[in-house]
């Protein structure tokens, strides 16, 4: 067995494991921090695959962790970018309601924002044909929010773990995490010893796992989303410039199928939200879990039955969008004209690691942070994780009192 002791040890190598590193290095250098990943590099999975929306901030609950850290994360992470010379596409972002409940919820959206902090305004129809050209609204107002833009995730945690490396942060990848042998000692698959002052469980798709360990997150599960996307063969068409998305159901964690223009000039239409048959199920067989996954189905059948937010109409849905003619006619519905034969299917697909409450029987919607003694442990950094990095890391290291700790 090989013995290492760092101050800090990581586990995982995401935007949020990154940033917790990057904050706590700014505010001393001398600590030694040690990231642990089960991959061979940073950013493989949610992180790395998520579609590069910095999001404004307007659809959550005030007062929620994710509205106390999106609008500042979001400001913080592209003063980073631009200082590290890493692209933005400043291109704002339209929602447009389709039916009178999608309209009434525009004001609600509108109020949101608000009080989260977020540049948002109500637009008249002018306006959104001038920001849409050829897109439809149910009315004759749509909502903008000016300061999403897009980034690329893969340049920014590339850029990321160049800075961590010069910073001192050590890396150790091939490792997961396979015994807790003390509340500061755990030992990798690969038989290495690692003692601690303090850990970070950041591991995304596999942090309920690490915190059962720890014996924390015992009622808690992940259901693994899959994000199916297909991109336009040709722009030139309809031009569309802007992030384009539906009025979301506010009851479920998901946005709905929207368009996202790219760095290249390309626009993506997507995700879905289909169940995946494993945490790593991104292509046909690939990473399939058969016991997690009855335990999911079994889950989603319950969900199913009880139906709260319209739950089964948005499930049959979802699960249709995985045919490219269903898909096409849901983003048909925010621009018409949109042709079946202009839609290829893009490389791009992810898996959302969204957690289940097995003993209150609901979707959580909110970050979760669990703590025990020398640990914190974010349980669910589902969107929006990405946009809200260094923002969500100074809130994590707050709640750990790891100043204190070490």
């Not at 990848?173 to 469980?201: C, P």
């Not at 067989?285 to 079994?298: D, H, N, P, V």
């Amino acid at each position: 067995m090989i013995d290492q002791k760092e101050d800090i040890l990581i586990i995982g190598a995401g935007m949020v494991g990154l940033c917790l590193a990057y904050n706590i290095k700014k505010t001393n250098s001398k600590i030694s921090i040690l990231i642990l990943d089960k991959e061979k590099n940073v950013g493989l999975h949610t992180s790395g695959r998520n579609s590069g929306v910095l999001h404004a901030g307007i659809y959550y609950e005030p007062n929620s962790l994710k509205a106390k850290v999106c609008v500042k994360g979001s400001r913080r992470l592209k003063k980073w970018c631009k200082e590290e010379n890493i692209k933005i596409l400043n291109c704002g972002k339209v929602i447009a309601p389709q039916t009178t409940s999608e309209d009434d919820m525009l004001d609600l959206l509108f109020d949101r924002g608000k009080k989260n902090g977020a540049n948002v305004e109500i637009i008249s129809k002018t306006k959104f044909n001038e920001l849409i050209p050829g897109g439809k609204i149910f009315k004759d107002r749509a909502l903008w929010t000016p300061d999403t833009c897009v980034v690329n995730p893969q340049e920014i945690m590339k850029k990321m773990h160049q800075k961590l490396l010069m910073l001192g942060v050590k890396f150790k990848f091939n490792q997961k995490v396979n015994k807790v042998l003390s509340a500061n000692t755990i030992q990798t698959n690969q038989n290495i010893v690692i003692r601690y002052k303090y850990m970070f469980n950041s591991a995304g798709l596999n942090a309920v796992e690490i915190a059962n360990k720890f014996d924390l997150a015992r009622n808690k599960i992940v259901l693994p989303f899959k994000g199916l996307y297909w991109q336009l063969k040709n722009n030139l068409k309809y031009k569309i410039h802007r992030n384009l998305y539906p009025v979301p159901n506010l009851d479920l964690p998901f946005l709905g199928i929207h368009f996202t223009p790219t760095l290249d000039g390309n626009i993506i239409l997507g995700p879905t939200a289909i169940p995946a048959l494993g945490k790593e199920n991104y292509q046909g067989t690939e990473g399939i879990e058969l016991k997690e996954s009855l335990r999911f189905s079994k889950i989603l059948i319950s969900q199913f039955l009880k139906n709260e937010g319209n739950f089964r109409k948005y499930s049959l849905e979802q699960a249709n969008l995985g045919f490219k003619y269903n898909f096409w006619q849901s983003a048909k519905k925010l621009l018409p004209n949109l042709k079946l034969c202009d839609l290829e299917r893009s490389q791009k697909v992810g898996i959302r690691p969204q957690v289940f409450d097995t003993k209150e029987k609901i979707l959580i919607n909110d970050f979760i942070l669990e703590k025990r003694e020398n640990s914190t442990h974010i349980v669910n950094a589902i969107s929006p994780a990405f946009t809200a990095s260094f923002e969500l890391a100074d809130l994590i290291l707050k709640k750990s009192d790891l100043f204190e700790s070490i």
